[in-house]
């Protein structure tokens, strides 16, 4: 059949509040015209990110009632032990609230002298940590700790209009010049992002993952992977990449991460959680000392920050995201967006990626310079015209300024309209397609917007803008 179906039925449903043009013009001023601040009554369709929004499953909330709060040795904690190290493998598993807790302590300890009293000293300083693409969380914890985030993806990765099966690969040759520049004392380890978020969600082949582990393993680099979207990346191997064809999905996750050392997750992606990660790995003198920070920051190592109630619903929702029906749905889903999107002559990444379409706002709107923050001027356009949340990832979450204030922009300027599983049916992505086509008849008048207000890291969440006149 040519309909692509859910593989699921509906058993709750939310309601979803309507507001007028009029209303949202007021909305979006008074949230300083960034999405993040628009409180979430007042959004219709909100695409802001896949990230904790998920529709948890029947026996996801039966296991939440079922959750032992025990504060040490939970049964919880140990079906969620047993759960990841079937996927993924890894000797150690450290649970944590989310995956930039994972990502916090990981960066803290490989970033860090420790004296004599077992505290940790900032060093981060001239080293480097080197991935496809690093995503903002990732980015901000490597550089609060002194360090430079490095991303050596392919080429083909910085160009939207270019077709390429795994446009999230990382570019090897770079990565082998880097290692020899640097060496193992200044790069600590090496990350790889599957499916790579900054990119377009696009997936990384197992040749590829597979070759970043050998130049790492010949450099004596540690080499670990972003998991937040793993079984996405599992499924694009499986139907693009030759070999792969009659594996099944588990086959190729426990492949994947069979080249890895240890990786991080966050939980609220690939796991259907609405809170929740882990941080794994196979050294034991690595697991003693992220352990340590655990404890000091997060909580016991049986529940690291987490209820017992919430590594059930992990533990089910690594179950059921390795479905292969699921994923059949969710890839052809989010396709589904990208082909009428571009059927429309509106730009996107392509091919589209697995949990998000990106919206190529530098094509979209060239009479915008990167200054002025085309993607900002998209989801502002996109909330008033239709009460449609979504997120830039652009010069507004990647640039930066020269020593003279100016603009660094980021390599593209794009719009990711991130889709929650298991939330929307056929007519809100019907609709959000009228509402992006009307902005299309009028996209040569959109004008940008400037920068008011802005934190040091991770701008994107909490800057105040203005529109320019």
């Given at each position: ?7 699921f ?53 039966a ?19 047993e ?29 860090s ?49 270019i ?10 040759l ?46 004596g ?7 937040c ?7 694009f ?5 030759k070999?792969f064809?009659?594996?099944?999905i588990?086959?190729?996750?426990n492949e ?14 690939d ?17 003693s000392?992220?352990?340590s ?9 049986t ?5 017992g ?83 830039e ?29 298991r ?9 959000l ?15 940008g ?12 969440f ?8």
């Amino acid at each position: 059949m040519k309909t692509i179906i859910e593989p699921f039925r509906i058993k709750s449903v939310e309601y979803v509040k309507t507001t007028t043009p009029e209303e949202r013009k007021e909305i979006l001023r008074k949230a300083h015209y960034n999405p993040f601040l628009i409180p979430a009554e007042d959004v219709l369709i909100d695409l802001l990110t896949d990230s904790g929004t998920s529709a948890m499953s029947a026996k996801q909330w039966a296991g939440i009632l079922d959750g032992d709060e025990s504060y040490a040795g939970s049964k919880s904690y140990f079906r969620f032990e047993e759960v990841t190290k079937k996927i993924f493998g890894f000797k150690h598993i450290i649970p944590v609230h989310q995956g930039r807790a994972a990502e916090r302590i990981l960066f803290t300890y490989l970033l860090s002298d420790i004296d004599k009293d077992g505290r940790f000293n900032n060093a981060g300083k001239g080293k480097f940590i080197p991935s496809n693409n690093h995503f903002d969380t990732t980015r901000a914890n490597i550089e609060f700790n002194g360090a430079g985030a490095v991303d050596l993806v392919i080429e083909e990765g910085k160009q939207p209009k270019i077709i390429h099966p795994f446009k999230g690969n990382m570019d090897t040759l770079k990565l082998r010049e880097f290692m020899q520049k640097y060496g193992a004392k200044n790069i600590p380890v090496c990350m790889l992002t599957i499916t790579n978020n900054t990119g377009g969600g696009q997936p990384v082949s197992m040749e590829n993952i597979r070759e970043v582990s050998k130049i790492c393993k010949e450099f004596g680099i540690p080499f670990f992977l972003d998991a937040c979207r793993f079984a996405e990346n599992a499924y694009f191997i499986k139907i693009r990449e030759k070999g792969f064809e009659k594996k099944s999905i588990m086959e190729i996750c426990n492949e994947m991460f069979s080249y890895a050392d240890g990786c991080t997750m966050s939980a609220k992606k690939d796991a259907f959680a609405n809170i929740g990660g882990f941080l794994a790995m196979n050294n034991d003198e690595w697991y003693s000392n992220c352990k340590s920070l655990l404890i000091i920051t997060e909580g016991y190592e049986t529940y690291g920050g987490l209820a017992g109630r919430d590594m059930e619903a992990i533990a089910q929702g690594l179950e059921e995201i390795i479905d292969e029906s699921y994923l059949h749905y969710r890839i052809h889903s989010t396709k589904y967006l990208g082909d009428k999107m571009t059927e429309n002559g509106i730009p996107i990444i392509q091919p589209p990626g697995g949990h998000a379409i990106y919206l190529d706002a530098k094509a979209w709107l060239p009479h915008i310079p990167a200054d002025q923050f085309p993607g900002q001027a998209v989801v502002c356009e996109l909330y008033l015209a239709g009460g449609v949340r979504a997120v830039e990832i652009g010069s507004v979450m990647f640039g930066k300024y020269d020593e003279n204030g100016k603009t660094i922009p980021a390599d593209m300027e794009l719009v990711r309209l991130a889709i929650p599983r298991r939330v929307y049916t056929q007519s809100h992505i019907d609709f959000l397609i009228e509402v992006l086509c009307e902005i299309n008849d009028r996209k040569d008048k959109i004008k940008g917007v400037k920068i008011v207000e802005e934190p040091k890291f991770l701008r994107h969440f909490t800057a105040k803008f203005d529109l320019l006149d």
